[in-house]
């Protein structure tokens, strides 16, 4: 059973930095993608980040230049480095991955989120 957890969350002022982590477990498969969602009260879940298992890295314009997302493929684990963080940034953060089947099937794994508040 693939588990992910994520860590790294919690009330931050604005101009502050904040570093997400998400380790994932129980894969027979290797891991593919490895990123970061989040959803901020009454908006629809959209992508942070993202890095896939060669290195290339994708970020929404509205974190870029801000952020930096990582991964230790040896861990299984991803970072989300989040810095000058704004009001805006406030919401719940979820981990996710997929990976691919020999049958070529792909299946996405979330985690429960962690909580990014930004207030003074």
């Known amino acids: 059973q693939v588990q992910l957890v994520e860590s790294g969350g919690g009330l931050v002022q604005p101009g502050g930095s904040l570093r997400l982590s998400c380790a994932a477990s129980?894969?027979?498969?290797?891991?593919?993608?490895m990123g970061w969602y989040r959803q901020a009260p009454g908006k629809e879940r959209e992508l942070v980040a993202s890095?896939?298992?060669?290195?290339?890295?994708d970020y929404a314009d509205s974190v870029k230049g801000r952020s930096t997302i990582s991964r230790d493929s040896a861990l299984n684990t991803v970072y989300l480095q989040m810095n000058s963080l704004i009001p805006e940034d406030t919401a719940v953060y979820y981990c996710y991955t997929d990976l691919i089947t020999p049958g070529r099937t792909k299946i996405i794994y979330w985690g429960k989120g962690t909580l990014v508040t930004v207030s003074s």
């Open positions: 129980g894969n027979i498969f290797p891991f593919n993608v």
């Open positions: 890095v896939s298992n060669g290195g290339t890295a």
